[in-house]
């Protein structure tokens, strides 16, 4: 329906622009009741009488599978643009735009809890140590640490894989009331057998929020302006983790260890039940037509006759056999290893080699990394977004992110040289934003190779594309750690910096031949458009 709204001809949207014509947006709506008394040609009069009509009956169906309280809500229908301007950002129903955003606030607020029942043990930890009647050390903090990103890693994958076949935003807010109650758990406990089962349980469970988010994400927003939204959903990270020092340190410290693990848990419940009566899977559950063209929309015997793939059928096909997702993901495992190469490592070389005194100091002059991340992701957002729209529907959409990708690669090379090429006695301020360009360009690919893994396949698939990712994305983070530490120990910091640079040179090889990628959305169209032409 809504490709046939974008192709109509340009006399017509000329009249639609001037208000002569008006059609019903709502389910129902007696537009073609209305339709004799527009001033049209004779010869267009028909055409759009029979485009009306599709229009009220795909709206009331709709809102059938909607629900009668849904039955009076706007269409997300968009307002055909000029002549020439076909390829802007379609507009939307105020009402539709409100639901959105409901929708989308829910996704936002429910990842960043992920993210504070997810690092609230990093910040109970040191209370944890101090409580003389747990008898606890460093090395078994590091033993319950250790286990987490194991299972973290692994869920991602299975998650993302067996999501597939269940609502997302149930799963979005029943995970995240499954983690919350496992921090409460872990908060009775007094062994660490008892921490390690709960820690380890955590980490398995906190692979559901991310490929429920995308596929969310994907049904909600069109291709034209899912970058600047997925970019706006990828700041979940920096609030949950600014939050979690905030609730899980300042509760331990005030009112004990316990509480370090209780009040996330708390939070993430009621959060939770916030996620799961606000989010929706996507328009059509709420009575909106779909923001983009769906199989179901096409129609057609051959299309419900086709028999829909199985789970591993659908991770063969659409993920493991497709070599541009292996491409995405060896990126994605280099990026990574970039990002928690400095993470980890930064406030050691500060040290180090540039004679910064203690362990607060160094920290203050990276703490503009996340801050850096926020921004650089938004506006990668954006950009990719203008890229498509400038594109006047020429090239692949897919294929702009990745030129986007590859620009912010070069930068984070830049900006670690440069890092590295500043005097110990510069000014504390020039290397906070030194770091602060680091994560500017650091958090842009992080968050774009996701979008691009979820618009390379189909809305089937996005969860499973996404769990892949992430799981060879967190081999990519396990490689910065004992492997970095050797070439540090071995050969010194310049082989450190030359092993992260040399990992952006590795993922700017693997984009090169990305840079034309069409998304899933555009073969489809231009399969159906061929067998129209054959036809």
Same mark, same amino acid.
């Given at each position: ?5 974008l192709r109509c ?6 009249r639609?622009?001037?208000g002569?014509v008006?059609?019903? @947006?709502?389910p129902? *709506? !007696?537009?073609t009741?209305?339709?004799s008394a =527009?001033?049209l040609l004779p010869?267009l009069?028909? $055409? ?5 009509i599709k229009?009220?009956?795909?709206a009331?169906a709709?809102a059938?599978s909607?629900?009668?309280d849904d039955?009076?809500k706007?269409?997300p229908?968009?307002?055909?643009a000029?002549a020439?301007?076909?390829d802007?950002?379609?507009?939307y129903s ?6 959105r955003l409901l929708?989308f606030?829910g ?6 809890s ?7 043990l990093?910040?109970t930890?040191?209370?944890?140590v101090?409580d003389a009647s747990l008898h ?5 903090i590091?033993?319950?640490t250790s286990i987490?990103p194991i299972a973290?890693g692994m869920?991602?994958f299975? @998650?993302?894989?067996? *999501? !597939? ?6 799963l =979005? ?7 919350a $109650?496992?921090n409460?758990a872990?908060g ?5 057998a008892?921490?390690?089962f709960f820690?380890a ?6 692979g559901?929020g991310?490929p429920?988010c995308?596929?969310i994400l994907?049904t909600w927003f069109?291709?034209?302006e ?6 706006m959903w990828n700041?979940?990270h ?5 939050a979690a020092?905030l609730?899980?340190g ?5 009112m ?6 209780w009040?996330?848990?708390?939070i993430?419940?009621v959060v939770g039940a916030?996620v ?14 779909p923001?983009e063209?769906?199989?179901k ?6 299309k419900?006759?086709?028999p829909k793939?199985?789970?591993?059928g659908s991770?063969l096909n659409?993920v493991?056999?497709?070599p541009?997702i292996?491409g995405m993901?060896?990126?994605y495992f280099?990026?990574?290893v ?7 490592w930064f ?7 540039k004679g910064?005194?203690?362990a607060?100091?160094a920290a203050v002059?990276?703490s503009g990394l996340?801050l850096?991340?926020l921004?650089?992701?938004l506006?990668a957002g954006r ?9 006047n529907g020429?090239?692949g959409?897919?294929?702009?992110r990745?030129?986007v ?5 070069v930068?984070?090379?830049?900006a ?7 005097p110990a006695?510069?000014?504390?301020a ?6 602060f ?5 650091l958090?842009?690919?992080q968050?774009?190779?996701g ?11 996005v969860?499973?594309?996404e769990?892949f990712?992430g799981w ?11 492997p970095?530490?050797i070439?540090?120990?071995?050969y010194g910091w ?7 640079v040399?990992?952006?040179a590795?993922a700017?090889?693997?984009?090169s ?6 998304s899933?959305?555009q073969?489809?169209a231009a399969k159906?458009e061929?067998?129209a032409k054959?036809?």
């Amino acid at each position: 329906m809504l490709a046939s709204q974008l192709r109509c001809p340009a006399g017509l949207q000329q009249r639609r622009a001037r208000g002569t014509v008006a059609v019903a @947006s709502k389910p129902g *709506g !007696a537009a073609t009741a209305r339709l004799s008394a =527009l001033p049209l040609l004779p010869t267009l009069a028909p $055409a759009m009488r029979q485009r009306t009509i599709k229009l009220a009956a795909s709206a009331g169906a709709a809102a059938s599978s909607g629900g009668a309280d849904d039955s009076k809500k706007d269409l997300p229908a968009p307002v055909p643009a000029p002549a020439g301007e076909a390829d802007a950002t379609p507009q939307y129903s105020g009402d539709f735009i409100r639901r959105r955003l409901l929708v989308f606030i829910g996704i936002v607020i429910g990842y960043s809890s992920y993210y504070l029942t997810r690092n609230s043990l990093t910040y109970t930890a040191p209370v944890m140590v101090a409580d003389a009647s747990l008898h606890m050390d460093i090395t078994q903090i590091g033993a319950m640490t250790s286990i987490f990103p194991i299972a973290y890693g692994m869920s991602k994958f299975v @998650s993302g894989v067996l *999501g !597939a076949k269940f609502s997302p935003s149930v799963l =979005l807010a029943g995970g995240l009331m499954a983690t919350a $109650a496992v921090n409460i758990a872990f908060g009775f406990g007094t062994s660490l057998a008892w921490f390690c089962f709960f820690w380890a349980l955590n980490g398995t469970l906190q692979g559901v929020g991310g490929p429920c988010c995308a596929r969310i994400l994907t049904t909600w927003f069109a291709s034209k302006e899912r970058g600047t939204y997925w970019g706006m959903w990828n700041i979940a990270h920096n609030l949950g983790g600014f939050a979690a020092p905030l609730v899980a340190g300042g509760f331990a410290k005030a009112m004990g260890w316990k509480w370090g693990m209780w009040a996330p848990g708390i939070i993430g419940m009621v959060v939770g039940a916030f996620v799961l009566l606000v989010c929706r899977d996507k328009p059509e559950d709420v009575g909106y037509p779909p923001v983009e063209p769906t199989d179901k929309d096409k129609g057609g015997k051959d299309k419900a006759a086709k028999p829909k793939a199985d789970i591993w059928g659908s991770l063969l096909n659409s993920v493991l056999k497709n070599p541009f997702i292996w491409g995405m993901a060896l990126t994605y495992f280099f990026i990574y290893v970039v990002r928690q190469g400095v993470t980890s490592w930064f406030v050691f070389y500060l040290i180090k080699e540039k004679g910064i005194e203690d362990a607060a100091q160094a920290a203050v002059r990276v703490s503009g990394l996340e801050l850096g991340g926020l921004v650089g992701s938004l506006i990668a957002g954006r950009l990719s977004d203008a890229l498509i729209r400038n594109a006047n529907g020429k090239g692949g959409n897919v294929g702009k992110r990745v030129t986007v990708v590859m620009w912010y690669t070069v930068g984070i090379a830049a900006a670690l040289l440069s890092f590295q090429a500043l005097p110990a006695a510069v000014p504390a301020a020039i290397q906070w934003f030194n770091v602060f360009m680091i994560g500017f360009f650091l958090y842009g690919p992080q968050m774009l190779i996701g979008l691009c893994g979820a618009e390379l396949v189909g809305p089937d698939s996005v969860g499973a594309s996404e769990g892949f990712l992430g799981w060879i994305a967190y081999l990519g983070a396990a490689n910065a750690g004992i492997p970095l530490s050797i070439i540090v120990k071995e050969y010194g910091w310049n082989a450190y910096f030359s092993t992260l640079v040399g990992a952006c040179a590795l993922a700017l090889l693997l984009l090169s031949p990305m840079t034309k990628l069409r998304s899933y959305v555009q073969r489809e169209a231009a399969k159906a458009e061929r067998l129209a032409k054959g036809q």
